[in-house]
């Protein structure tokens, strides 16, 4: 190996840019040839070179300059690396790239460390990454119910979208094995014809006034960054990390076999302590699937804005936060659909099931659950799709479509984690003392857990089954200020196998809920233990106990029953729409729908 410049990296040949132009013609490159396979190239600071051909497989490019791929054909790329200190653009915000752009991040170097940011990645160190593409209908909703054996579905809206493409239907039962990949065979305005048949129901109405039309999201894009096959094999997919001063633009972008397993800092795409200068950047109207760690990851930085992209079939907490620092960023409207907590394992998570769900000693099972040898993070166990580690962000109109454990999960840290660890700006930020920013029209179903708002996370990273709660005072660092209500609005949870929604704290206000469909509608206890004028208030809401979506019923129980059951283990669980203890709670105006007696 040669080491230089603080990376490591394989000797191989190489080559370098002379000066801006095409990257076919001979000319462009200082050797008088174009680069050949298995070279290493260099764009240096002030050229610009245009790819306007599909180049040999390259073991690396740094890109100092400008690479920028021409928008006459489509362009594919592989390559072992990209670092880039300059500007990597496939379209731009004014104009988006109209052909077929793919990336595939091989590995046939092994073990490459590039300034530490690893190997088998879109590396920005100070550079700038622009990724526009032409598909902004990320996705949509069944119009009507389609039963297992359909082969058509109709949809709410198909604009933008293409025979060829890929699609998958989000789960609408409790089981979020039952989401369904598919490719679109023909389309007529709202109608697709899938390739194949669907083995489930998915259920496509607005039943007693709860909306459970299953969510249809599009994994197609036009610009993809992928790697090679062997990583569903070993798990070892590519990332995108901006380090410190970077900036990504990303819209419109697939990103498949993504993310590397058990790796910290390896993520499909991941913000790295960017801070303020995150403003701007953003991620939207991205397909992120079949990855190996994580989603969306937003480490140390401020003021993103991650809007209207699909996830589907991914490992860990999906749409991360990582350290409980970040503050002013913007999630919107995205869709997370089957997340996992290992690619291939089921999940050992620490909650509280119900008795009879669990066989063997709960200890144990903690102690399994956290001991990370199967999980990046011990709560990588307990896997959610909106991991929040400080409530001073905002979540709009998104959506948990099947998550393994969580949906929506606030694990607040006392203090800034990780990187940020006893630092000054640590110690000065107090994540359960900070006003939660905005919470409001996000949907949860098909998880165990819909929305988790306790179990917070400690300096360990484990956490208990109880903790001290989100408690918002007027001075953070003052314990004697006031303390602030705490508004969740227009929340919707339905099919959730346990809760739908657990809340731990005191001055919680949840107006225009939708619980329908769980085997719990809703649990809040207190966290104050009676200091403060009330604890919760479910307000001018509604609570169904169920509704005509039915599922698909399996078990000789549900099958007898006539619907699907939230607790196969327990055929006979009571299901329920409310339930509260310590101090006072308060239901007001708020309907209770479709319970027996």
Known sequence: LLVT???????????????????????????????????????????????????????????????????????????????????????????????????????????????????????????????????????????????????????????????????????????????????????????????????????GAITFDVDERGEVGLLTRNIKVQASEDAAETFFGGHIMAMVTSKMYVDGVELNRMGQNLELARYPIHWHLVGDTGKGQYIKNAAIHDTFNRCVTVHGTNKLRIENNVTYNTVGHCFFMEDGIESGNEFVKNLAIQTKCHPTMECIPNNLAANGEIDGDRRAIREASFSGEHTLLPSDNTASSYWITNPDNSYIDNVAAGSDSIGFWFSLPMHPQGAFMGSEDSLNTWPRRIPLRKFSGNVAHSNFDGFMIDRHIDEDNTFGLASLPLLPLVDPTDLESEVLETHFENLTA????????????????????????????????????????????????????????????????????????????????????????????????????????
């Open 5 to 203: 410049c603080g990376f490591a990296s394989s000797v191989h040949a190489e080559s370098t840019a002379a000066k801006s132009g095409n990257w076919s013609d001979k000319a462009t490159w200082a050797a008088g040839a174009v680069p050949a396979q298995g070279e290493v190239v260099t764009i240096p600071t002030g050229s610009e070179v245009v790819l306007d051909v599909s180049p040999p497989a390259l073991n690396g490019m740094t890109i100092s300059g400008k690479l920028s791929f021409a928008d006459n054909s489509d362009l594919a790329l592989n390559i072992e690396w990209i670092m880039v200190h300059g500007e990597l653009e496939i379209g731009t915000e004014a104009k988006p790239f109209t052909h077929n752009a793919t990336i595939t991040l091989t590995d046939n170097v092994k073990d490459e460390q590039l300034m530490g940011m690893g190997d088998r990645g879109i590396m920005l160190s100070g550079g700038t990454l622009n990724m526009h593409g032409t598909r902004s209908n990320s996705w949509t909703k069944l119009s009507t119910t389609a039963t297992a054996g359909a082969a058509s579905i109709e949809v709410l809206n198909a604009e933008q979208w293409k025979v060829g493409d890929e699609i998958v239907l989000a789960s609408t039962d409790f089981d979020p094995r039952q989401a369904e990949r598919r490719s679109i065979a023909a389309i007529s305005g709202n109608t697709i014809t899938l390739d194949k048949e669907l083995d489930y129901m998915h259920f």
């Open 494 to 597: 339905y099919k959730n196998r346990n809760g739908g929604l657990w809340g731990r704290g005191d001055l919680y206000v949840y107006s225009n809920a939708k619980f329908a469909d769980n085997a719990i509608g809703m649990t809040h206890s207190t966290g104050t233990f009676g200091s403060e004028r009330f604890t919760s208030r479910l307000v001018d809401s509604l609570v169904v106990g169920e509704t005509d979506n039915i599922g698909t019923p399996a078990t000789p129980e549900e099958k007898a029953y006539g619907r699907s059951l939230p607790k196969r283990l327990i055929p006979d669980f009571p299901i329920r729409g409310y339930e509260f203890y310590d101090y006072r709670h308060e239901v007001v105006n708020t309907t209770f729908v479709n319970y027996q007696d």
